[in-house]
């Protein structure tokens, strides 16, 4: 018998408590393993369906794990997809961080823009206004009074 399985036998009242306790040792490593190793979504039919699928591929494994170091396979997979979780994570948070600054950036440079032409719509509705009431902007506009405007209204 492997570590895990000799322990818990030696370690328990009676047989049959062992074995439903590797049962469940197996069970609920199996299901973290599938947690951290499927990161889509399902709905609540679907996680049904899997976690009795779990339960038998358990109840299999269960007999197995007397032979074979089931359990001790399993927390090596739930420590490796752990660490890549966690390498995950780190870079989602550095793009997250990149894209946030990109967008922010874009939204000053559009922010600048937007300024820049409000700036610019500013100088051509007081040229206009200017215009229209025939008043020269600068000494030396000689521009004719804008007539178009005066006739739509």
Known sequence: MYPVARFLYETMPNYTIAGYALFAVI????????KLGFAKKLSVGKNAVIALFLLAGGLGLT?????????????????????????????????????????????????????VHLIEMNRFCVRMFYTVRGA??????????????????
Not at 27 to 34: K, M
Not at 80 to 85: E, P, R, T
Not at 137 to 152: A, W
């Open 27 to 34: 069970f609920l490593l199996s299901a973290f393993v599938y």
């Open 63 to 115: 007999f197995l794990a007397f032979f074979l170091p089931v359990v001790e396979g399993l927390v090596i997979a739930a420590m490796i997809l752990i660490l890549y979780k966690i390498r995950l994570w780190r870079e989602n948070a550095k793009t997250l961080h990149l894209i946030e600054t990109q967008r922010f950036l874009r939204c000053w440079n559009f922010i600048n823009i937007k300024t």
């Open 136 to 153: 020269p902007l600068r000494k030396s506009s000689g521009r004719k009074p804008n007539t178009r405007l005066l006739q739509r209204q």
